[in-house]
């Protein structure tokens, strides 16, 4: 019987043991592939922040390019509206000569001589 109790007792701990060995490959095995899943979503959030910054830096050269168009057309306007502004008071000045020269003609001696 006291085999028997010594047999029972070797191989409870024989189980207790192996039960141990495989709780730490467990948690081993478990580790590494925590790491492995650490470093492969850790890459994956760094190339999706490089392709978001990627898509940041085409819409800031592309509003760049809408911006430096508009301020051409707007220079463009600005210049045409500037030229006829000029066009305007050459116009206005014209007609005020002509309209002295019609005043000239029909009253030629000032309106002081009735």
Same mark, same amino acid.
């Given at each position: 019987?006291?085999?028997?109790? #010594?047999?029972? !007792?070797?191989?409870?701990?024989?189980?207790?043991?192996?039960? #141990?060995?495989?709780?730490?490959?467990?948690?081993?095995?478990?580790?590494? @592939?925590?790491?492995?899943?650490?470093?492969?979503?850790?890459?994956?959030?760094?190339?999706?922040?490089? *392709?978001?910054? /990627?898509? +940041?830096?085409?819409?800031?050269? @592309?509003? !760049?390019?809408?911006?430096?168009?508009?301020?051409? +057309?707007? *220079?463009? *306007? /600005? +210049?045409? /509206?500037?030229?006829?502004?000029?066009?305007? !008071?050459?116009?206005?000045?014209?007609? !005020?000569?002509?309209?002295?020269?019609?005043?000239?003609?029909?009253?030629?001696?000032?309106?002081?001589?009735?």
């Amino acid at each position: 019987m006291e085999r028997k109790t #010594e047999a029972l !007792r070797l191989e409870r701990e024989q189980l207790v043991k192996d039960r #141990e060995q495989i709780e730490d490959h467990v948690a081993k095995r478990l580790a590494a @592939e925590r790491a492995q899943l650490v470093a492969t979503e850790n890459k994956k959030a760094r190339e999706a922040a490089a *392709a978001e910054l /990627q898509a +940041k830096e085409s819409e800031a050269a @592309e509003l !760049r390019a809408t911006l430096h168009t508009n301020n051409a +057309k707007l *220079a463009e *306007a /600005q +210049k045409q /509206q500037a030229e006829l502004m000029r066009q305007q !008071r050459a116009l206005e000045e014209e007609k !005020r000569e002509l309209d002295l020269t019609i005043e000239k003609r029909v009253h030629p001696h000032g309106l002081g001589c009735a």
